[in-house]
Each structure stands twice: as structure tokens, then as C-alpha cells.
DNA sequence: TCCCAGGCTCTCT
DNA sequence: AGAGAGCATGGG
């Protein structure tokens, strides 16, 4: 790790204390890589850090302190008060539970094309090999930053053919990924422009993809454009839901149901 | 060999 | 509008 002996890290000062293994690996982002003593290298936007847990905050390594308070810190969404979100959570026996179970989780704020991407990619997989053809993608379309690679931007994979797109080994994906590129690509959809819009109508433009059901669109809409309201529903916490919450979710979570969902995810892995 | 994996589309009723 | 097959690929 050059970069430590180099650079020193910056520390962000946040409210409450984040679980970042858990954060960086519960299944909302595939790309962060677990490094020695508990950091984390990752990629947003194409800038490539590595980020730690350091008193009560996070520290960054490779990055200037204007990144860290900036793009890092919309990122890991350290502005929203999480201890105060997650105390409400706690009148919920059964959220308590999970909430102690496994700590502070935050909601990652994406790129919304990365979020895109990856989830029509993560639809019937495995998130090992969610993680792979992610990694076979930046790899074989992104450009080389330091040691990763950025996530290759959707004008690119436009101008790709299914063929170009067989390396990816991502099966019946490939032809998702590309109607997915030519629309935002092209502009017919923008995908920041969706973060001024109300949920409905955002996923009703999302599911206009071809390969993007709900589950999909509300993945993108929680993990990247954020609508910490939006409650991705998969095997697991269909599941989950029956099983916990049959009657629904308890009012406690009403605005927050997306991280909500998270720990509800959890609880059925 | 069969089953499953953070689903979606298409078709048929 | 609701159910069911088919979809590529890879691991157990």
C-alpha cells in the first residue's frame, strides 16, 4: 500500500459510526475490494481512494481533502443523521434486533449509471458473479486509474455491439446492458435529471429499459438517485416481509423505508 | 443431472 | 392481471 506511506489520510468527521465492511458488502455496490487492516479500495466516478473507519468517521487515502468533504462524503452520505434515523428504527422490536445485530448501515449515493448497470447485471446471479462481470466490464471498458479501473461511461458501451459485449460472460444481460446505454447515451433518458422527479414517474421512466422491472428501477432510485423512500423487493425480502411483517412495515420506517430494506435483506442472507 | 442465483420479457389465458 | 416458460452462465 504505497499510498499510505505517502499521502496522509483525511478524516471526515461524521455523527454516529458507520459499519463500513458492512456498508461496502451488503449488496447495494460490487466493486470495493477489502485491502489489509480493514480498508476498502474503491471506484466512483473515476476517482479511485481507499477509505478506512477512524474514531467517529472514515478516513481517506489518495485523495485531496476537497474529494474527501465533497464527492466522498455524498457518497458514503455522511450528512444524513443515521443515529437519528435508526433510533426511530429501534421502536421496532424486530428492527431493534437487526440494528444491533449488525450496526450502522449506510446508503450509498451511486452513480446512477454504475447502479444502472450493475443491477440489470444483478438480475437471476449471484452476487460473486455479480461482482465478476462488473469487474470484466470496467476491465475491459473503463480506463486504467491507479490500481482499478473506472467504470466505462455509457457513450462507450453504446458505441459497443453484442458481440464486443460476449467477453463479459453476462448471458442473456448483453442486450440489456446496450438498450440500457444507447437510451442514456443518446439522452432519451437522463438519469440526473430523474433525482427533480417523483418516485412513480422515475420508475415508471426506468422500467421503459429494456431488462429493468421494478426490483431494478427501485435499486437504482435507493442506491443512486436518492429516494431513501423506495423499497427494492426481491426473493429475499418478499420472503423476509411474510415472514416479519406480514401486516407491512411499521410506521417508524415510513420515509426511510430503503434502509428499512437493507436490514430486511440481511436478515434473510 | 438437477437446482439455484438481489428478475425480466413474452405469451397465453 | 396473473401464471408460466425461457432466458445465459456458472457453482454446488
Known amino acids: 500500500m504505497i499510498i499510505l506511506s505517502h499521502s496522509p489520510g483525511i478524516p471526515?468527521?461524521?455523527?454516529?459510526?458507520?459499519?463500513?465492511?458492512?456498508?461496502?458488502?451488503?449488496?447495494?455496490a460490487f466493486r470495493w475490494k477489502k485491502c489489509a487492516d480493514g480498508l476498502y479500495r474503491g471506484v466512483h466516478c473515476g476517482r479511485e481512494v481507499t477509505v478506512g473507519t477512524a474514531g467517529s468517521g472514515l478516513v481517506f487515502y489518495g485523495c485531496s481533502e476537497e474529494e474527501a468533504h465533497g464527492l466522498w462524503s455524498e457518497y458514503f452520505d455522511l450528512s444524513r443523521d443515521y443515529e437519528l434515523l435508526l433510533?426511530?428504527?429501534s421502536e421496532d422490536e424486530k428492527l431493534s434486533q437487526m440494528i444491533s445485530q449488525n450496526g450502522c448501515l449506510h446508503i450509498l449515493r451511486q452513480n446512477p449509471w454504475e447502479?444502472?448497470?450493475s443491477f440489470i447485471i444483478s438480475a437471476c446471479n449471484n452476487i460473486p458473479r455479480i461482482k465478476l462481470i462488473i469487474e470484466?466490464?470496467?476491465?475491459?471498458?473503463?480506463?486504467?486509474?491507479?490500481?482499478?479501473y473506472s467504470f466505462p461511461a455509457a457513450e462507450k458501451i453504446a458505441s459497443l455491439s453484442l458481440e464486443d459485449l460476449s467477453v463479459l460472460r453476462c448471458?442473456?444481460?448483453?442486450?440489456?446492458?446496450?438498450?440500457?446505454?444507447?437510451?442514456?447515451a443518446s439522452g432519451e433518458i437522463d438519469l440526473e435529471s430523474l433525482k427533480n422527479t417523483d418516485l412513480d414517474s422515475a420508475r415508471r421512466i426506468l422500467t421503459g429499459i429494456n431488462g429493468v422491472g421494478n426490483k431494478v428501477a427501485d435499486c437504482v432510485l435507493l442506491f443512486s438517485l436518492g429516494f431513501f423512500d423506495a423499497f427494492?423487493?426481491?426473493?429475499?425480502?418478499?420472503r423476509a416481509v411474510e415472514k416479519l411483517y406480514p401486516q407491512g412495515l411499521p410506521d417508524c420506517t415510513s420515509g426511510a423505508r430503503g434502509l428499512a430494506q437493507q436490514y430486511i435483506f440481511l436478515s434473510d442472507k
Request: proline content about 4%.
Open 136 to 148: 470484466r466490464l470496467c476491465h475491459a471498458f473503463g480506463e486504467k486509474l491507479n490500481e482499478e
Open 171 to 184: 448471458g442473456f444481460r448483453d442486450k440489456y446492458i446496450l438498450d440500457a446505454a444507447k437510451k442514456c
Open 232 to 238: 427494492p423487493v426481491d426473493v429475499h425480502v418478499r
Open 115 to 117: 447502479a444502472l448497470c
Open 12 to 28: 471526515v468527521e461524521i455523527t454516529g459510526s458507520i459499519n463500513l465492511p458492512l456498508t461496502l458488502d451488503c449488496g447495494q
Open 87 to 89: 433510533a426511530r428504527f
